[in-house]
T-cell receptor, first 112, second 113 residues
């Protein structure tokens, strides 16, 4: 069975551009999580969905960030406009229990 | 302030050595997870500990949950280069009817051949 799928794996963009990250969770998992990882702050939870409904978005940095989950097999994280401080690795994870999580390979975002 | 404090932050050892890394908190947890993250990949769940004093073994890795459920340790016997990676601990905090994971900053382990 395929794990969590993320695309793209790498994204390089210029400041001010819109960035869209995509995630396909493991089939049957009802929770989906978006994380950001940096050396300074470690792994930070941005938002999580349960049964496609956003439950906690308190980790979303500001209005420039938005996330959607239109169905059980797809989610997007959008940054508009992007800034250099958004450069990080963004992970999507899914879970059946809500606690034990399965991570995708991540998207390394560089904003110049 | 980190809810979960991991130590040491960095560790570089030679192949064959033993090591222990720690995850500590002043709070009591219902459960705690350990993950390993290899370079360029996402974290992978290793184990969940639930009961105070619990010890779980995964080949050369031994996980222990403190009696008071405030701390945990991971001991690796005869480390190998394949053990290189970032070791993260995480715990679930209840938020209403849902739970979300809180993460430590991790211990970055390098095992040199």
């Amino acid at each position: 069975d395929a794990g969590v799928i993320q695309s793209p794996r790498h994204e390089v963009t210029e400041m001010g551009q819109e960035v869209t990250l995509r995630c396909k969770p493991i089939s049957g998992h009802n929770s989906l999580f978006w994380y950001r990882q940096t050396m300074m702050r470690g792994l930070e939870l941005l938002i999580y969905f349960n049964n496609n409904v956003p439950i906690d978005d308190s980790g979303m940095p500001e209005d420039r960030f938005s996330a959607k989950m239109p169905n059980a097999s797809f989610s997007t994280l959008k940054i508009q406009p992007s800034e250099p401080r958004d450069s990080a690795v963004y992970f999507c994870a899914s879970s059946f229990t809500g606690v034990e999580q399965y991570f995708g390979p991540g998207t390394r975002l560089t904003v110049t | 302030t980190q809810l979960l404090e991991q130590s040491p932050q960095f560790l570089s050892i030679q192949e064959g050595e033993n090591l222990t890394v720690y995850c500590n908190s002043s709070s009591v947890f219902s459960s705690l997870q350990w993950y390993r993250q290899e370079p360029g990949e996402g974290p992978v769940l290793l184990v969940t500990v639930v009961t105070g004093g619990e010890v779980k073994k995964l080949k050369r890795l031994t996980f222990q949950f403190g009696d008071a459920r405030k701390d945990s340790s991971l001991h690796i016997t005869a480390a190998q280069p394949g053990d290189t990676g970032l070791y993260l601990c995480a715990t679930a905090l209840r938020a209403g009817n849902n739970r979300k994971l809180i993460w430590g900053l991790g211990t970055s382990l390098a095992v040199n051949p």
